[in-house]
């Protein structure tokens, strides 16, 4: 008998080199402009980054600092590493650090790391600042605008500045905006050496839950836990119909339980997906298009969620295994919507999906590389147990380097533990820096009462109706979402959008994860769409009818926040298990006449009015009433059997 064919290493299918992969993601992400620095500088900043991963490891699993000191010193490394790694500009020498880096890279330990060294005196002085503080202050709030700049983009430090600026010129805002106005001193003192500026909540959630949780997701990256998701991927969905696109679904959701970054993920998964997708027949805009949005909803994906659920449960004081609870039936059906229009599409289409030969097998996979799923389950356990979410991290980060031992290819000796101690610190110097920045926003809001203001004045515009006020919410979410990292997002529209959405009495956390996903959803809303513009890069594809083409693909998603908004079930809060049946399949049953609706195709190819029609009752499924969620299930059920029943051989066999 001859010995069975070894499948093809799909993974090593990539027409784009690490180079070209590089300069894509560089040209939407701001974080991943960094310099690749060598010799001495190179080893300085390795050790400086492998020293910060290992100091919030270390208050991780044995103590954590007084609140204030552990964010002055993470935000000291971060903003350190900020200035020897990034650029001023995107034309700066991406191999070698300026002399004027060093000096405010100097600059930036003494004033950020006065806090750290000196906090037990001011809070004994109660915050009264000394002289030279309020310089100290100056060049800190100076230095963490700069930083944040290179390593985020333009618009977060200028919508600080902005915030700044009311503080000060308060005194001329019209009508209710109007406030006395405060000093330069005043304004330093609260931003700088109180609790409420810089140093805030955002920073706190930042130091602890959000760069252990990126330390773990480095560690299980460089072990090999990326690589075996995409196979483990292609082997359960590659050979269905469409494979290619459903293993995009099926990777991206998986890998983004551990990153937090659509644009990331994109290249991560997409570099090897979308040109599967390209080979089996998708059109490049439809392949960047499910490649964007696959990456995008692992922020929404428990356990990590990005970094909201840690926020979420910070702002809400409600545990964090309470957040991921509620974000799970939302993030199933975000995913049941693009992989139900993925099938539509490929049956559509009359699209294979690839040659079994060619996919590695589901039990090879378990076999050669599952225990890497030991350490996710590890996780996912001690929250269970009542862990805190960084001890469950850091527990996390030992059963990596623990089960890595287990299979050669996978085994984690010294040079590769500093190297994901050095990435896990690194991917958390972005969120580090969009903190301490929304740190001026939210510092502005509990020294003027800017949030409760703009709070009332939404539900003022609104007539006190909660549809529109919805809308705007939606809407403001967005356009700020087009400008903001993902984190920096949620923390503006929680200071002061969702305070709007309680106010008129909606359930508090439905408010916040209501602007949350819809924070995230601008990565795939043009007209600027940072996750579906990649995908494009990637595909070769036009990004403006990528964007598109993803904002059609997840067009259910978009409706699924108002769901939770009036159904709070779905969040499972108040649970009647039979209500929650009926919201369940009828958003399925939703989900399923959209993609039929707007690819045309059910069995059959459908008339205009057809389309128009079962378009219409499936957005029933998502109104908050029983009634036209039966009435839409039953239709969409109907037209099901009816179509299934009448089809012809309609199937047509050309490009997606």
């Not at 001890?391 to 050669?408: I, M």
């Not at 039929?596 to 389309?611: I, N, T, V």
Request: some cysteine; aromatic content about 10%; glycine content about 10%.
């Amino acid at each position: 008998m001859e010995p069975k064919e070894k499948p093809v290493d799909l993974l090593s299918i990539d027409p784009m080199n690490d180079e070209k992969i590089q300069r894509l993601v560089e040209k939407y992400d701001a974080e991943s402009r960094y310099r690749r620095l060598t010799g001495l500088p190179g080893k300085l900043v390795t050790l400086l980054l492998a020293g910060m991963s290992l100091f919030h490891l270390y208050t991780a699993g044995i103590g954590i600092l007084p609140i204030t000191i552990q964010r002055a010193v993470h935000l000291t490394f971060a903003i350190v590493a900020v200035y020897l790694l990034y650029p001023m500009t995107q034309k700066g020498s991406k191999t070698q650090t300026p002399w004027y880096d060093w000096i405010l890279a100097a600059a930036s330990l003494v004033a950020v790391g006065y806090i750290a060294l000196f906090f037990n005196d001011i809070a004994r002085r109660g915050a009264e600042p000394i002289g030279y503080e309020l310089w100290l202050g100056a060049l800190a709030m100076v230095l963490v605008l700069e930083a944040g700049r290179r390593v985020v983009g333009n618009v977060l430090p200028v919508m600080s500045l902005l915030f700044l600026s009311y503080c000060y010129y308060g005194a001329y805002a019209p009508g209710m905006f109007q406030i006395r106005g405060y000093s330069v001193s005043r304004i330093i003192q609260h931003m700088y050496l109180t609790p409420e500026g810089i140093f805030g909540v955002a920073l706190g959630v930042s130091a602890t839950f959000v760069i252990t949780f990126i330390i773990f997701g480095a560690f299980l990256g460089k072990s090999g836990g990326a690589r075996f998701f995409n196979e483990l991927a292609l082997a359960l969905a590659g050979s269905r119909p469409g494979g290619p696109a459903k293993v995009a679904v099926v990777a991206s959701g998986l890998l983004g339980t551990i990153n937090g970054s659509s644009v990331a993920n994109v290249a991560t998964t997409g570099t090897f997906t979308i040109p599967l997708m390209k080979r089996v027949g998708y059109k490049p805009e439809y392949a960047g298009a499910v490649e964007a949005c696959a990456s995008t909803g692992g922020q929404l994906m428990p356990p990590i969620m990005g970094a909201g659920a840690f926020i979420m449960s910070e702002f809400l004081g409600m545990s964090y295994l309470r957040i991921a609870a509620a974000a799970a039936l939302p993030a199933v059906l975000y995913y049941t919507a693009i992989f139900v229009n993925v099938h539509v599409r490929a049956r559509k289409r009359g699209l294979r999906g690839l040659s079994k030969d060619e996919l590695p097998a589901a039990g090879q996979v378990l076999k050669q590389d599952g225990h890497l799923l030991i350490p996710v389950i590890a996780v996912i356990a001690a929250l269970l147990m009542k862990y805190t979410p960084i001890k469950a991290a850091f527990l996390g980060v030992l059963a990596v380097v623990v089960v890595s031992q287990f299979r050669a290819h996978t085994r984690m000796g010294f040079k590769a533990i500093v190297e994901a101690l050095e990435e896990g610190a690194r991917g958390g110097l972005g969120v580090a820096l969009a903190c301490a920045l929304v740190g001026f926003v939210v510092g502005t809001s509990t020294l003027t009462s800017l949030g409760l203001t703009l709070s009332n004045n939404i539900i003022e515009i609104s007539g006190g109706k909660l549809l529109p006020t919805l809308v705007m919410a939606m809407v403001a979410s967005l356009v700020l979402g087009m400008g903001l990292p993902t984190t920096a997002n949620y923390i503006v529209c929680s200071t002061i959008i969702a305070p709007a959405l309680i106010g008129m009495n909606v359930f508090p956390l439905a408010a916040h994860l209501f602007v949350f996903y819809f924070g995230i959803m601008a990565d795939l809303t043009p007209p600027v769409c940072l996750a579906a513009f990649t995908g494009a890069g990637i595909a070769g594809a036009n990004p403006a009818k990528t964007g598109f083409t993803a904002t059609k693909i997840a067009l259910a998603s978009y409706l699924l926040p108002y769901s939770f908004i009036y159904s709070p079930m779905i969040l499972l809060e108040n649970v009647v298990y039979l209500d929650l049946a009926v919201i369940l399949v009828a958003g399925v049953a939703g989900i399923l006449g959209l993609a039929a609706g707007l690819e045309g195709w059910m069995f059959r190819s459908l008339k205009p009015l057809e389309r128009v029609a079962i378009i219409l009752v499936s957005v029933g499924a998502f109104l908050p009433h029983d009634l036209p969620k039966l009435v839409a299930l039953g239709a969409v059920v109907a037209a099901f059997l009816f179509f299934r029943k009448t089809a012809g051989e309609e199937i047509q066999p050309e490009t997606a």
